[in-house]
Structure formats: structure tokens, C-alpha cells
């Protein structure tokens, strides 16, 4: 779950990319990246922290160019250090920058077959440096980075990666590459800026960095395809490899900004839905509730609550006061942070609570941490029960996908029945949104049939390479870097079956 854009221009890119790269900050908040490409020479800044922090004045001065790629990085796999931060770049060939969204999984894989035949050295513990290198690698025998040889490139790489990838790539003397896992599992959007000079295009994760910047929406890059724009300014579509959608669910739980559009759903559309089946499901089994007010839990759950609201005649109050300079506590890099961090994010009107049965409305619940902590809250305001409503099933199944869930002993909900879940959050009843019904405010939103990847409801991997033995030393692996400390990192180098 990390953001991406990148921006082939007549002018100058950096201001853009920063401002995409603020608009698309909520895909990750631990470290940013800017590489632009001016005259043969590549411009690299990235660091820990927010856009906001990472680019001074001085640093956006320096990084000139008409092309360039940037990457807000969310941590997947237990590392926050500065190294692993994108852009990601290799000299050979052409030289070649990039930009990664998603997780590979057959990434050790990767690397030790990389290292034996192509003696290609990777220096991080991330797998978007793997992709990097197995895609120069697919490019290595090509004269120039023309759009055919690219594109070969890009249908040799896809055939080896397993796995979820949006990517961005900026090539030497070639221009800018886009590409999407046959599957389409994480989003990746493009559009185009009509000036005197020509068009200029922007391939970005959500459409709101589009919609901000002044880019007309084009398309989704598909399942199995490769966007190449060459730096005369003419944009190059090819399907690479059969594909067919199935992108992520959690992009509409939480992800995604609600006023992003990703395969055709609007993602707000899609969230007023998840409430209104949620209150079909809560009237069927509990028609003789005493539910005095619905309140939300900001921001991301606040639309199904609306609609929620609305299908069960209830009032809606906004109950907590949301401190907007404190980050989305999900995508924190420990679970340290995420608790020390709730009530500073959030702050309960008591006004809102005394004397009232409350039906707390959240996006899901994944570790329990920040739905624990606003049940008390709610009831230390005085309130006379707390009910509790998820708009998303239960999460039961680790993600291999790009998300943070790899340990299934760090969900909530890992072999619990949901009013053992409701026990241990502290509320006096649980309702979770069904699957069925999850997936069925999802396809009423979207424009045409839609299928989705669910695995952390349902433990289905549509990638149909993720066996309970990768799962299990998978997780091996996540318990030994917490073991070690935060900041250490996850080897995977035996990982993979």
C-alpha cells in the first residue's frame, strides 16, 4: 500500500510529483522519494518522513527534468530505514528508476536466481529493488530502450513475477513505463494535461492525485499491461499477458481516498453502499435494537456510517474530534506507535455520549489496538452501552499483497468467534459486515462485473502461489525481526517453497 506517480512533461515535473505525492500521502507516511531525469542525468532525493518534511526548497531546486517518478512509502516488512526508501535505480541498462506498489511473492526466489545467474547483487531486504533488477535484466540485450524492446521487457518481467505490483519506471533515453500485475490487485490510474506545447501525462495509484493536478482521467492501466510514453511525448499501450480484475477489497474498505476512482467504483459510492448493507444485516438480526445515535470513526468510515444512519432512521453525530497532524495510525510502522497514537489522533465530546447506547461505526477492525482504545473512550464519556460495527468482515487471514497483516496471530479476530472478539475490544455487542454483502456494495458501485481479491476474509489467494507453508515461514520470518527490534528487517530468503 504505497503511492506512486510518475510525469512525462515539456516543462519542469518536480512541483507536480511533490504535489501528487502530498494528495496520495495516505498510502504511506514513513518515508518519500523524487527521481526526475534532465539531459542524461538522473536527480535522486528521498528520506524518512513526510512529503511535507522530505523536500525542502534546496532539494526541489535540484531535482530538474521534464520526467520524473516519486514513491510515499508504507512498510510491509517491518523496516523503516532510510535505505529502503524509492525511488529504487540501476546504471545498467540506460539506466533505469523505479517505483513500486505492492509485494512480490516469489521474491527470495527472485533474488537467489538472480544472484546465480545473472550475478546481480541486491542490496536491500525489498523486493520493488528485485523487480528493478529483474526488469533490467529482461532489458539488457536491447540497442536502444525503443517501445518494442520495452515492451518485450515488460512481458518477460511479468512473466516472472508472482505476485502484487503497480509500478512507475523512468528509463535513460527512453521515457516512462507503467505496469500492472496480470491480476490487478493494486490500483494504477494514468490521464493526460493538454497544454500548447503538448500533452503531458501523469500515471499515478488513485485518480484524486489526477482530479487535484488538473489531469484528465484516461483509463486504469489493465491487468497484464505496460503504458509507455517515449519522450517525444507519444504514449505506447500493450497487453503484455492475459489479465483480469481483481482488485484488492481492503482499497474500498480503508485504502483508498473516497474521492478516488479505482476500476470503474467509486470509492465513496462504494463505502455509502457497505453502510446501507450493514443496516440490512443489523435490522435482520437484531430488529429489536436499542441503538440511540450512530456515531463514526474518522475519516474513513464516516460515509458508511452516513448511509447506515440513514437506512436504520437513526441520528448521526459526529463523536470524535480527529487531530488531522497525526497520521493514519494503520499504516504506522509498529504497533507501538499505532497505540500511543490513537487518543492523540482522536477526541471524544462526551456531550455526544452521556447517557446514550452508542453504535460505534468503523472501516474494519484488523489488531484491535484503535477500536479497544475508542470503546473506552466512548465510554468514559458516559456512555450506557457501546455497540460496535465493522463495514468490513472480519479479518482472519494475513495479507501477502502489500498490507501490513503478515502474522495472523496480530489479527483481532485469528481464532475467535466475533463475540469473543467483542469481549476482548471491551463492547457490549459485534456486528461485522458479511462477505457477501461486502462484495456485493462493491459491484453496485462499479460500472461494469467485478471480481475481487478478499484473501484476508477469506484466505484466498487469487495468485494461486501462496501455500500454508509460505504463510507459515512467512510469518516465522515476522516474529524474528520483532524478536530482533523494530527497526530490523524481514529475511525472506527462505520464505518461499
Request: aromatic share 8%; glycine share 8%.
Amino acid at each position: 500500500m504505497c503511492g506512486i506517480v510518475g510525469i512525462m512533461s515539456h516543462e519542469g515535473v518536480a512541483q507536480d510529483l511533490f504535489d501528487a505525492l502530498t494528495v496520495l500521502q495516505h498510502r504511506g507516511q514513513d518515508a518519500a522519494g523524487i527521481m526526475t531525469l534532465d539531459d542524461g542525468h538522473f536527480h535522486l532525493r528521498k528520506a524518512n518522513g513526510l512529503v511535507r518534511d522530505v523536500f525542502l526548497l534546496r532539494h526541489m531546486e535540484r531535482l530538474k527534468g521534464h520526467c520524473g517518478i516519486g514513491h510515499v512509502r508504507y512498510p510491509t516488512a517491518g523496516s523503516s530505514s532510510e535505505e529502503e526508501a524509492q525511488p529504487f535505480f540501476v546504471n545498467a541498462p540506460f539506466g533505469i528508476a523505479l517505483a513500486h506498489n505492492g509485494n512480490l511473492t516469489n521474491a527470495a526466489e527472485l533474488k537467489a536466481a538472480m544472484l546465480q545467474q545473472d550475478r546481480r547483487h541486491i542490496n536491500t531486504h525489498s523486493d520493488s529493488e528485485i523487480l528493478l533488477n529483474v526488469f533490467a535484466h529482461a532489458l539488457g540485450d536491447a540497442k536502444s530502450p525503443t517501445p518494442a524492446a520495452v515492451f518485450d521487457a515488460a512481458t518477460q518481467t511479468m512473466k516472472t513475477l508472482k505476485g502484487a505490483y503497480a509500478t512507475v519506471m523512468m528509463i535513460g533515453g527512453g521515457g516512462l513505463l507503467a505496469m500492472r500485475d496480470p491480476f490487478g490487485i493494486r490500483p494504477l490510474v494514468y490521464g493526460v494535461k493538454k497544454t500548447p506545447k503538448g500533452n503531458v501525462y501523469m500515471i499515478a495509484s488513485e485518480t484524486v492525485a489526477l482530479d487535484t493536478l488538473g489531469y484528465e482521467f484516461i483509463s486504469d492501466v489493465a491487468p497484464g499491461e505496460a503504458i509507455y510514453i517515449d519522450f517525444k511525448g507519444e504514449l505506447h499501450r500493450q497487453q503484455c499477458v492475459p489479465g483480469s480484475k481483481h482488485p484488492c477489497a481492503f482499497e474500498f474498505v480503508y485504502l483508498a481516498r473516497p474521492d478516488s476512482i479505482i476500476d470503474g467504483v467509486p470509492v465513496h459510492w462504494a463505502r455509502l453502499n457497505m453502510g446501507t448493507y450493514l443496516a440490512k444485516h443489523i435490522m435482520s438480526t437484531w430488529p429489536d435494537h436499542d441503538i440511540d445515535v450512530v456515531i463514526p470513526v474518522p475519516d474513513t468510515a464516516r460515509s458508511a456510517a452516513q448511509a447506515l444512519a440513514t437506512a436504520m432512521n437513526l441520528p448521526m453525530r459526529e463523536g470524535f474530534v480527529k487531530n488531522r497532524y497525526i497520521g493514519r495510525t494503520f499504516i504506522m510502522p509498529s504497533q507501538a506507535t499505532r497505540s500511543k497514537s490513537v487518543r492523540k489522533k482522536l477526541n471524544a465530546m462526551s456531550m455526544e455520549f452521556k447517557g446514550k447506547n452508542v453504535l460505534l461505526v468503523d472501516d474494519s477492525i484488523v489488531r484491535g489496538t484503535t477500536c479497544k482504545q475508542i470503546i473506552q473512550m466512548a465510554r468514559d464519556c458516559g456512555a450506557k452501552k457501546v455497540y460496535f460495527a465493522s463495514a468490513a468482515p472480519a479479518v482472519r487471514h494475513p495479507n501477502v499483497y502489500g498490507i501490513d497483516m503478515p502474522v495472523r496471530t496480530d489479527l483481532v479476530a485469528y481464532g475467535k468467534t466475533d463475540e469473543e472478539v467483542a469481549k476482548h475490544i471491551g463492547c457490549d455487542k459485534l456486528i461485522y459486515q458479511t462477505l457477501d454483502n461486502l462484495k456485493a456494495a462493491i459491484q453496485h458501485a462499479a460500472s461494469e462485473p467485478l471480481k475481487l481479491e478478499t484473501s484476508v476474509f477469506d484466505g484466498t489467494y487469487v495468485t494461486g502461489d501462496v501455500t500454508a507453508e509460505y504463510i507459515d515461514k512467512l510469518e516465522s520470518a515476522r516474529h524474528q525481526s520483532k524478536k530482533n527490534g523494530p527497526t530490523s528487517v524481514i529475511d525472506l530468503s527462505n520464505a518461499v517453497i
